[in-house]
């Protein structure tokens, strides 16, 4: 981050969802230690991977990381993708609690009986909320049915704010690649991180038992059915990049979304082109 490396106030706070867990590094594209050891991170490497991590989870760390940030005179630098927690931080949002023993169940019944007829019932309760997701998102329909059955209100009464995009002093940039160009480098990213040992840190992470939350991390979800048996290797890698790329489209037209949002166009990676080439980030 040039902009951190030239100033000596600025403080990083990553907005990404699995950066929050200690031992995925390689996947997670999670910044070095030199980098971390110039410029000072928060919100990285904070839970186990057997730890679930909600965005609830996050606002209050992010609000405790703003404060101390503040308290010590520095400027904090908001960096990463997750859609809802860049919200969260930029915005607040009104969360949801959480009721695992009711989502456990929900999950049984969405296996015994599918995500559409979930998604039916969830069309009854709360149309709107219906209306806003996939039938087959089996995730969030069962997140939905979690918090109208857990706090007796309606699913689409919470995070009005996603439809809404007021006034904010934080100012918002974002790099945009041309889509050929960044599916070409999630390709090369991949076999990347495999010759830098993705499959041995999956191994690993597998061996702590990772929780709902960090198995979601994208290739780490993919590496784990191929350690389990139910791919081979070279179809779990296909797989990471065809869904993450698929993730890189839902994540432009997330952000695009926003009109608080700065573009700026790229085609050519600084990195690159001063003869250095930065081995742990994802495009």
């Not at 000072?40 to 760390?61: G, N, W, Y």
């Not at 949002?93 to 015994?112: C, F, K, N």
């Not at 969030?140 to 309606?154: C, H, Q, T, W």
């Not at 081979?232 to 037209?253: N, P, Y």
Request: net charge negative; aromatic share 6%; hydrophobic share 40%.
């Amino acid at each position: 981050m040039a902009v951190a490396s030239q100033r000596d106030d600025i403080d990083i706070v990553s907005v990404d969802s699995m950066q929050v867990y200690r031992h995925m590094n390689i996947g997670t594209a999670k910044p070095t230690l030199a980098e971390q050891q110039s410029v000072k991170h928060h919100l990285i490497d904070i839970v186990d991977p057997s730890e679930e991590f909600t965005v609830a989870m996050f606002q209050e760390r992010l609000d405790n990381a703003l404060v101390a940030i503040a308290g010590s005179g520095r400027t904090a630098l908001l960096v990463g993708g997750t859609g809802l927690y860049h919200r969260a931080a930029v915005d607040g949002l009104d969360l949801a609690g959480s009721w695992p023993e009711i989502r456990t169940r929900l999950e049984e019944e969405a296996s015994a009986h599918g995500t559409p007829a979930m998604h039916a019932r969830l069309t009854q309760l709360d149309p709107v909320a219906a209306q806003r997701m996939e039938p087959t998102n089996t995730r969030r329909v069962i997140r939905a049915l979690e918090v109208i059955e857990g706090s007796g209100e309606l699913f689409s009464s919470f995070g009005k704010g996603l439809e809404e995009y007021p006034h904010s002093e934080v100012h918002q940039v974002g790099l945009r690649w041309p889509r050929e160009v960044l599916a070409q480098r999630i390709e090369q990213r991949v076999h990347d991180m495999m010759s830098s040992g993705f499959l041995q840190e999956v191994q690993y992470v597998l061996a702590l038992q990772p929780s709902r939350t960090a198995r979601q991390a994208l290739g780490y979800n993919e590496l784990i059915d191929h350690l389990e048996g139910r791919c081979s290797l070279d179809e779990a890698v296909e797989t990471t990049i065809t869904r993450t790329r698929q993730f890189a489209v839902k994540q432009e037209r997330w952000f695009r979304r926003d009109p608080r949002i700065e573009w700026v166009d790229i085609e050519h990676d600084p990195a690159v082109e001063a003869g250095s080439v930065i081995t742990n980030r994802l495009p």
